[in-house]
């Protein structure tokens, strides 16, 4: 088999066989084909496409490529969720201590932030002392004790996919139905659990920018899912502004714990509902998502799911004050407010370019080798469809960084104000059974 023929087969969008894809990922894993021949390789699938056999085919492969997680020793039906990313996206700091709170066993393995999106193992890390690493024991007797965990990925979990990602993010060939959607279902079928729930983001802040393609890979998810046997459910979400107001690693952590009090912004608190609903349900704990959604609002009511959280957090040797007392989190010495430049309503935030701000402040990464200033960010003071007055505080950047003001224009640019009121984007849009 030679690796050229199979770029030329692809760049003339022919169809590839299983050993065809298994040939040129396998041998690029191993180091044996190099970084240009693969390149050509994902530019031309950017191109061409793939079709639903050679989807499932990458995923497979890639999953194969490194350990495939067994959570048998774990008790009942195991979910796990995913999201495809998104600006202030903190629920599953929400939704797995809910869901868990509900009887459902959450044993998950989540990632780091690259770009304008936040990742959960980063967020958890600024809570002090939090583990994001367990041996496989340890794992799986915490989850069976407390009902949940949450680290970060191993890395023997689809060593395939790191390599392409890391690829794929530099020769601008991210944004590709198949190839996203392999990345992210390799990665949920080596997890182990028996059942899969996808939060499939649309919009300015995601990679899919509109219903449409949102829609196409949560089907493709949804399918690829039920084919390895897990039981999977897609909800289509707006990612046109940021979810919550906070964004930025500590801020998201506290607005996840006053959400779980019951305090927390009405589109993130019906979110996280929602996908908490939709975990109870293909936990078997529910019959239907509306019974799991009546079980997840009385388990934030009740303080089942903010004891779960604490649970989680001394489980991994983190500090439980937290959950009474911010002021043990990591924070910035400086605050700099933007001041709404008219009167009006907020027409729009765009996601992206806040996303984008709140890396400037110290809060994401431009590298995986960066170094993260946990307690950066932005808090958004204001919402889409809010009336504002000029000289109202609209957000506020929390940065040590001597770029403050640039970070103030980002955040002044990306926010449209006028005298016609324009109501919040629909949140929820669909869901995928």
């Given amino acids: 088999m030679n690796t050229l023929d199979i770029i030329t087969k692809k760049r003339n969008g022919e169809e590839l066989s299983f050993d065809e894809i298994a040939f040129l990922v396998n041998g690029y894993t191993e180091g044996s084909i190099p970084d240009y021949q693969m390149s050509a390789f994902l530019m031309a699938v950017y191109f061409r496409g793939m079709n639903h056999d050679e989807t499932v085919a990458l995923t497979q492969i890639m999953r194969d490529s490194g350990d495939?997680?067994?959570?048998?020793?774990?008790?009942?039906?195991?979910?796990?969720k995913h999201s495809t990313g998104g600006v202030g996206d903190k629920t599953t700091l929400i939704v797995a201590p809910i869901a868990a709170a509900c009887g459902v066993p959450i044993a998950k393995m989540s990632g780091r932030g690259l770009g304008f999106t936040g990742g959960t193992v980063d967020k958890l890390e600024s809570i002090p002392g939090y583990r994001t690493s367990l041996d496989k024991d340890e794992f799986m007797r915490q989850v069976n004790e407390t009902g949940i965990a949450v680290i970060g990925q191993t890395g023997h979990i689809t060593p395939a996919d790191k390599k392409i990602y890391a690829l794929r993010d530099v020769t601008a060939t991210v944004e590709n139905l198949s190839l996203i959607t392999s990345s992210i279902m390799s990665k949920k079928l080596a997890a182990g659990s028996d059942a899969i729930v996808l939060d499939v983001k649309c919009g300015s802040g995601a990679f899919m920018k509109n219903e449409k393609d949102a829609g196409e890979l949560a089907s493709l998810m949804v399918e690829i899912g039920k084919a390895n046997g897990k039981r999977t459910v897609a909800v289509i979400t707006d990612m046109n502004q940021p979810l919550g107001n906070a964004v930025g690693n500590s801020l998201e952590v506290i607005e996840a714990i006053e959400t779980l009090k019951g305090n927390g912004p009405d589109d993130i608190t019906k979110l996280s509902i929602k996908l908490a609903a939709v975990m109870i349900y293909a936990g078997g704990k529910a019959g239907s998502i509306e019974e799991g959604e009546v079980k997840a609002a009385e388990a934030i009511k009740n303080g089942a799911a903010l004891a779960k959280l604490r649970d989680l957090i001394g489980a991994q040797g983190g500090c439980v004050n937290v959950i009474d007392d911010y002021s043990v989190m990591p924070s910035t010495s400086n605050h700099y407010n933007v001041y709404a430049s008219s009167d009006g309503y907020i027409?729009?935030?765009?996601?992206?370019?806040?996303?984008?701000?709140?890396?400037?402040?110290?809060?994401?990464?431009?590298?995986?080798?960066?170094?993260?200033?946990?307690?950066?960010?932005?808090?958004?003071?204001?919402?889409?469809?809010?009336?504002?007055?000029?000289?109202?505080?609209?957000?506020?950047?929390?940065?040590?960084?001597?770029?403050?003001?640039?970070?103030?224009?980002?955040?002044?640019?990306?926010?449209?104000?006028?005298?016609?009121?324009?109501?919040?984007?629909?949140?929820?849009?669909?869901?995928?059974?």
């Fill in 68 to 80: 495939v997680i067994d959570l048998g020793p774990i008790d009942g039906i195991k979910v796990d």
């Fill in 347 to 433: 027409k729009s935030m765009d996601a992206m370019r806040i996303g984008v701000a709140s890396q400037h402040t110290g809060a994401g990464r431009a590298t995986k080798e960066d170094t993260i200033d946990l307690g950066a960010g932005i808090y958004l003071n204001k919402k889409t469809g809010d009336f504002v007055k000029k000289g109202d505080i609209i957000a506020q950047v929390h940065t040590d960084k001597d770029n403050y003001s640039d970070i103030i224009a980002e955040i002044e640019d990306a926010i449209c104000i006028t005298n016609d009121r324009n109501d919040s984007p629909e949140l929820i849009k669909r869901i995928y059974t």
